[in-house]
């Protein structure tokens, strides 16, 4: 897979980011569990892991598309919630490679068209776990997948909502 130079990086500086991750790359084992735990850490402040793209922690932004069945897709596939932004990675088929060096790196891989605030995780065995944990964001993660009914977001609906639950309970009783 060549690399361009991205805005305000030479050549050299491009083929270095990658260095670790050479074209015939081969995911190494790793933690699913790390991963997920990781990935609260450096991803999900932006990124659902939801098909629907929803939010479910305090402090989390919907600034980038949902990680939800990214192995494999295609880039710039999923919507963001910035629709005016045109610096979205293109032309990226997200496999094993790829996602480490994004990791790594994403100004350069993207060369230089992407919004987040995200200098990259340097640690190669971080980024695995990482991406062992985004193999398992797919439909056949059955809680992923299907998730529970979104809740309502103002916090009176969900009052009443809740009410009338316990009522109708109540009254099967």
């Not at 496999?95 to 340097?122: C, E, H, S, T, W």
Request: glycine share 8%.
């Amino acid at each position: 897979m060549a690399f361009s130079a991205a805005p305000d990086c030479d050549g050299r500086q491009s083929m270095e980011a990658f260095s670790d991750v050479p074209d015939d790359f081969e995911l190494p084992a790793g933690s699913v569990g790390k991963g997920e735990k990781l990935f609260k850490k450096y991803c999900s402040q932006c990124h659902s892991i939801y098909p629907d793209n929803r939010m479910t922690r305090g402090g989390q932004t919907q600034l980038g598309p949902t990680l939800f069945n990214i192995y494999g897709r295609a880039s710039g596939m999923e919507d963001i919630q910035n629709k005016l932004g045109d610096e979205r990675v293109d032309g990226v088929l997200w496999l094993d490679g790829p996602l480490m060096n994004y990791m790594k790196n994403p100004r350069v891989l993207a060369q230089g068209r992407v919004q987040m605030n995200f200098r990259g995780i340097p640690n190669f065995q971080t980024r695995v776990d990482i991406c062992h944990y985004l193999k398992t964001l797919n439909w056949n993660n059955e809680m992923l997948a299907n998730p529970a009914e979104k809740p309502a977001s103002l916090p009176m609906v969900r009052w009443y909502q809740q009410l009338t639950k316990e009522r109708v309970a109540e009254s099967t009783d």
